[in-house]
């Protein structure tokens, strides 16, 4: 009832840019948390970025200075812009957030489906 749909991940040198969208739709009364983990292969996931509904966010160090998430409530899409990537960027992206559901009580963590995102020395 309730799904994360991801896109813009791909292939992408050093120093390069990319920009990940993440839309959730179904049946949502209101969205808390969104953010962003990725997973490397042979690695456990990974908190990237989130963000709350009044915009605070959390970095992974890693990332701070050259990811810049944000969030467009009335969409109800979070973006990540990824910038100055580095090879060890390289992971499965997961979108995710604490959703309360038009037929929930309590607020659910939804995951989207992953995307690549692959950075070449």
């Known amino acids: 009832q309730v799904q994360l749909v991801e896109s813009g991940g791909g292939l992408v040198q050093a120093g390069g840019s990319l920009r990940l969208s993440c839309a959730a739709s179904g049946r949502i009364f209101n969205i808390n948390d969104m953010g962003w983990y990725r997973q490397a292969p042979g690695k456990q996931r990974e908190l990237v970025v989130t963000v709350s509904r009044g915009g605070v966010t959390n970095y992974a160090d890693s990332v701070k200075g050259r990811f810049t998430i944000s969030r467009d409530n009335a969409k109800n899409t979070v973006y990540l812009q990824m910038n100055s990537l580095k090879p060890e960027d390289t992971a499965v992206y997961y979108c995710?957030?604490?959703?309360?559901?038009?037929?929930?009580?309590?607020?659910?963590?939804?995951w989207g489906q992953g995307t690549q995102v692959t950075v070449s020395s």
């Open positions: 995710n957030a604490k959703i309360l559901a038009t037929t929930a009580r309590v607020n659910i963590n939804y």
